[in-house]
């Protein structure tokens, strides 16, 4: 067994290993274990990206990945301050038992569609010349500029989007954030004509909301 | 000319993916259902830079990079609605999410 070959069944492991710990019922109980372990399967992606000669997505992988979207993760879920009260054990219902068979049956069929699209792959030689600058972020770089700009500078005004439309969700002023439930007092007492005190209550309970 | 199989890094993809479709499925947590829809993505990222080592195309790369784009994109958005709908529910359980069962 060659060096490459172990070190891929140690990375495939510690990244297959570490998803399947996060979705346990044992171990994926808090979300924030659930984000670390999340955190080192992409890493363990990342260490894969490497041995395949990916080198700016290795490097995207953790500046992006490890080092923006899972601080978000973790940031969100400290922010939530979930109480053991509400991080029940799930439950094994009927729902969970027709998604294990669903997912069963798609891993089935990728695995026919992999196989067929695999048999008889040989790798190209990645020391022959003209693959020198293969996965560099020169070569990666200057595709993204030239032959996919449109889609680049699309890409670039999703980001902007999705900042802004972050921003804008997650704001506290939003009136039906601060006040969930209208108070239904006016409405009823248009539906149903007066009593001899109605006015007096109605002033009363205006009084205490302000 | 490497010498980890093709099938194997295929086969790994699609373990990952099913995992985060297993997730996706099962789990009643919003935030860790936007963790395995995020396990997804990077299934599909592995199985395409596999195959862009073994034909010698940039272009695969180029394709996980939008998709990176893409998943940053959606977790800002996921989080922040996440946020909203907590201090709204008060809830991060998506079975108390059924506004429009009603």
């Not at chain 1, 792959?121 to 996965?135: C, E, F, H, K």
Request: charge should be positive.
């Amino acid at each position: 067994m060659s060096a490459e070959l172990l070190i891929f069944y140690i990375l495939a492991t510690g990244a297959a290993g570490s998803a399947a710990l996060m979705l346990l019922p044992t171990t994926g109980k808090n979300p924030i274990h659930s984000a670390l372990l999340l955190i080192v399967s992409l890493f363990c992606l990342a260490g894969l990206y490497a041995l395949l000669s990916a080198h700016l997505l290795t490097a995207l992988q953790i500046i992006v990945y490890a080092g923006a979207i899972m601080v978000l993760f973790t940031f969100v879920i400290m922010l939530l301050n979930l109480t053991p009260a509400d991080i029940h054990p799930p439950k094994l219902t009927l729902t969970k038992l027709v998604a294990g068979i669903v997912a069963l049956f798609v891993f089935g069929k990728l695995l026919t569609a992999l196989t067929v699209a695999s048999a008889g792959a040989r790798s190209v030689d990645l020391s022959d010349p003209i693959y020198a600058q293969y996965g560099t972020i020169k070569t990666v770089g200057r595709m993204l500029y030239t032959s996919f700009m449109i889609p680049f500078e699309l890409a670039s005004v999703l980001l902007l989007v999705a900042a802004v439309g972050a921003v804008a969700l997650a704001k506290k002023s939003l009136k039906y954030v601060d006040a969930p439930v209208p108070p239904p007092a006016k409405l009823t007492r248009l539906a149903h004509p007066p009593h001899a005190d109605g006015p007096d209550v109605g002033h009363g309970q205006d009084a205490g909301h302000h | 000319m490497t010498t980890i199989p093709l099938g194997h890094l295929l086969i790994l993809g699609a373990v990952l993916f099913t995992i985060g479709l297993v997730g996706v499925m099962t789990r009643r947590n919003v935030l860790i259902l936007l963790m395995s829809v995020e396990l997804m993505l990077n299934a599909v990222n592995l199985t395409l830079v596999a195959f862009s080592r073994y034909h010698g195309w940039t272009e695969g790369h180029v394709l996980a990079f939008f998709i990176i784009a893409v998943a940053a994109a959606e977790a800002a958005v996921g989080l922040a609605m996440v946020l909203a709908v907590f201090r709204l529910k008060g809830s991060v359980w998506i079975d108390d999410l059924k506004l429009l069962k009603r």
